[in-house]
């Protein structure tokens, strides 16, 4: 089966905090790839980060950076400094090789406080 | 623009009407995707093309449900005799085939929200 999860629906931070998003995967696939969107209130998905299953480094792009453990099957999503333009819904999802499809989770919904 | 389009970007509609949806994905995009998202919940996979095969249709996929891509280019998803749990965004999105393509991230398009009242 697969499967994400994204155990925090809501998140509320003040401004300038810095803001943890999990995100627990289940698959049985040994190649498979994970992802973030962010969904803004707009409503289009957008693509923030790929990584593939045999890649475990971590990632840092400015104030978002990506901790990938394969020992906990977790790709957890962290916003350092978080502004008001981070609010968003974010969504993990699990692409695995034999597929053809995402699986997402259910979002987490983060609002920054001013 | 360069995204992935969809039209329209609202639609509401009696029970037991029939809609029609269209998405223009990247023009390089060979595989095309169709999504159903409703409140408080992640996108849902409902079917998958390459080029112009359907390949992949999800269960969810009722057989009022119908997605065409006669050409490899745009699609159009029908729904027949709708129902109001037919209420959703409906999200399409694109991306590029060839080896790995799983591993491709989709470009997704911005949505026709469903309402059926």
């Known amino acids: 089966a697969q499967k994400v999860t994204q155990a925090q629906t809501e998140i509320s931070v003040v401004e300038k905090e810095d803001v943890t998003l999990d995100c627990v995967y289940e698959t049985r696939d040994t190649t498979y790839y994970l992802f973030w969107y962010k969904q803004p209130p707009s409503g289009e998905l957008v693509f923030l980060i790929r990584?593939?299953?045999?890649?475990?480094q971590n990632e840092i792009s400015g104030r978002y950076s990506w901790n990938f453990q394969k020992s906990t099957s977790s790709f957890n999503f962290t916003i350092t400094a978080s502004q008001v333009v981070d609010s968003a819904v974010y969504f993990c999802a699990l692409s695995p090789n034999t597929g053809n499809q995402f699986y997402f989770g259910t979002g987490t919904s983060l609002t920054v406080i001013p | 623009d360069t995204g992935v389009s969809q039209d329209p970007r609202h639609k509401i509609t009696k029970r037991g009407q029939n809609v029609t949806f269209r998405c223009d994905p990247i023009?390089?995009?060979?595989?095309l995707y169709w999504y159903r998202q409703t409140l408080g919940q992640g996108p849902e996979f409902l079917t998958y093309f390459q080029n112009e095969a359907q390949l992949e249709k999800s269960r969810l996929l009722s057989d009022r449900f119908s997605a065409e891509r006669p050409k490899g280019s745009f699609s159009t998803l029908e729904i027949q005799r709708t129902e109001q749990g037919d209420s959703a965004m409906y999200l399409c999105a694109s991306s590029r085939g060839g080896q790995g393509a799983s591993g491709n991230e989709q470009f997704f398009g911005p949505g026709t929200r469903l309402t059926v009242l």
């Open positions: 990584r593939n299953s045999f890649d475990e």
């Open positions: 023009s390089e995009h060979n595989r």
